[in-house]
């Protein structure tokens, strides 16, 4: 089942925290959603999810308008919403139970089914327990089998890792990435590694605008015309080594990276390279050359860009 | 209809499982019972088998209690953003809105069937009017959902509590007494407007045996408008944080 978000504006009051924004997911994709606090992920999916109606556009769920079958979708959804709001006097077993029998599932599977979310979301010794008692991870987790209990098609996961502990994330990136392989999911975060870890496509939306779309390397790429090398000399002043790889015609900026060593970060105009230059500089002036590493381009560094202005 | 009696049952597990149920019930069989007789103008002052002094008690003791059973029905959710997780589920508005509605309908007509034994004692103690105490019961139940109804609404409006209880008495007090007491002084058209919107009119129209459609159409009107108030409020998902 595919979700088409099509030119969808939502405003609150004068201010639209969703401007135009169009994009597909198709089945067995794994989408991430990144963008800074604010820039319309959560609206953007309460709007898929049907909590939202947008001012504008619509969103079709597997064929279905969220104007006119907002029913069908919700039932096709399992939707983690981004402050995972629970029933806080509800035991871990009765919320998945109302949860569970809202979605219409028969009576005779509800309980084999609880059990099963239990063992996969790891919540076999908190599930007596009642919800306001859970530390926060556990409550992620009550959040997260209750998302996936109809063993829903579509998947909608408002920053589904936060509150874990590292083996948590871990295994709970795992799941989603098995549950991405016949259905469709569209998850929301801001750490960048957990996005590039678990999606298949990133999209990166600010202020309510789409900035980005790609898989991560394709995004890199995009970033990547300009060159940075780690650049350490030995047998040389720090300044007179500074000043002279300032001089270079093509480099852009140098960092000091390290306040013992002679370690410096280069990065180049765009589209020149700066690899030879630094070497014949060596070369001509008789410093010892101990590292020269071309630095990737961060995802992080992809994302500052089109989201700082 | 299904989803409606979930959201019903999970609501009257959260009144018994916080004690809230057992509070008011408790609460409301002391007021009417003592009222009823021991304190007062007790049954056995009346000089007649009939339970119009307990109507009288309750009648003004659910006016109060609803409210604060009502309260937290929709404030709550909107404060924890519970609203958000049910919505996303396959529950329409009017599905929630009217599952809570009858969460509480459920709690009344549970103290109410309780209060039975205080017909059954009377009825032995003499000969009662049966026809006038089952009209008497059918108005209580009439008069809740109204305010069940107006509580409901009130408690869509705000996610504190405390103002949900407040507006709903505020709103309430109009239709318990004011409309009955301003349409006194005046006459005419508008006189006949206020005292048609008195709640305690048609209240006291149906103790006194006689139902007329008049009376069924207007506790009716008020539970739907009620309902559809909220429904619409809810709809409009005033989002906060």
């Known amino acids: 089942m595919d979700i088409q978000v099509e030119n969808i504006t939502k405003r609150f009051g004068y201010q639209k925290a969703v401007d135009n924004v169009s994009f ?3 089945t067995g994709e794994i989408l991430g959603f990144l963008g800074p606090n604010g820039a319309g992920k959560s609206t953007t999916m309460r709007a898929i999810t049907c909590y939202l109606s947008p001012n504008e556009g619509d969103i079709k769920v597997g064929g279905y308008s969220i104007h006119e079958y907002p029913e069908k979708i919700k039932k096709i959804i399992g939707y983690l919403p981004e402050s995972n709001p629970l029933y806080q006097d509800m035991p871990v077993i009765d919320h998945l139970k109302f949860i569970a029998s809202l979605h219409g599932i028969e009576k005779s599977k509800i309980i084999p089914r609880i059990q099963e979310m239990v063992k996969t979301c790891g919540l076999e010794g908190e599930k007596h327990k009642k919800i306001r008692e859970l530390s926060r991870g556990y409550k992620q987790r009550v959040g997260l089998a209750q998302a996936l209990i109809h063993d829903p098609q579509v998947l909608v996961l408002d920053e589904p890792t936060s509150g874990l502990d590292p083996n948590q994330i871990i295994e709970i990136r795992e799941l989603i990435r098995e549950i991405g392989r016949e259905k469709t999911v569209l998850l929301s975060s801001h750490i960048l590694a957990e996005v590039e870890a678990t999606c298949d496509r990133i999209l990166i939306i600010n202020k309510g605008k789409i900035v980005a779309d790609g898989t991560s390397s394709d995004l890199r790429k995009k ?64 410093w010892i050359l101990t590292e020269l590493t071309p630095t990737e381009t961060k995802l992080e560094d992809v994302f500052r860009e089109l989201t700082m202005n | 209809m299904t989803i409606i009696w979930i959201i019903t049952r999970r609501e009257l597990k959260s009144f018994f499982d916080s004690l809230l149920a057992y509070i008011f019930i408790i609460a409301f069989l002391g007021f009417t019972g003592l009222l009823t007789w021991i304190i007062g103008r007790t049954v056995f002052m009346m000089q007649e088998a009939s339970l119009q002094q307990f109507f009288g008690v309750a009648y003004w003791s659910l006016f109060f209690f ?24 396959p529950v329409s508005d009017i599905q929630l809105v009217s599952g809570k509605f009858l969460a509480i309908l459920i709690l009344v007509l549970l103290s109410l069937v309780l209060t039975l034994p205080y017909y059954i004692t009377v009825a032995k103690i003499g000969p009662i009017d049966h026809g006038a105490t089952i009209m008497g019961y059918l108005g209580l139940i009439l008069m809740s959902g109204a305010y069940i109804s107006i509580g409901v609404f009130a408690s869509s409006l705000t996610n504190n509590q405390i103002v949900a209880f407040l507006l709903a008495l505020f709103i309430g007090i109009f239709f318990h007494l004011l409309f009955g007491f301003i349409s006194q002084y005046f006459p005419g058209f508008i006189g006949n407007t206020l005292s048609y919107l008195s709640l305690s009119n048609h209240y006291e129209s149906i103790i006194r045996g006689v139902v007329d459609t008049k009376d069924l159409i207007y506790f009716l009107s008020i539970i739907a408008l009620g309902l559809f108030g909220a429904e619409q409020v809810i709809a409009k998902r005033n989002i906060t944080n």
């Open chain 1, 24 to 26: 597909q997911v198709k």
């Open chain 1, 223 to 286: 970033a990547q015309n300009k060159e940075i090398l780690r650049v350490t000399i030995e047998e040389a002043e720090k300044n007179t080594i500074y000043k002279a790889l300032q001089a270079l015609p093509n480099t852009d900026l140098v960092d000091i990276i390290s306040q013992s060593g002679n370690t410096f970060e280069v990065q180049s105009k765009p589209n020149m390279s700066l690899r030879k230059d630094v070497f014949k500089l060596c070369v001509d002036k008789g």
């Open chain 2, 66 to 89: 609803i409210p604060a059973l009502a309260m937290k029905l929709l404030a709550e959710e909107r404060g924890n953003g519970t609203l958000e997780l049910i919505l996303t589920k």
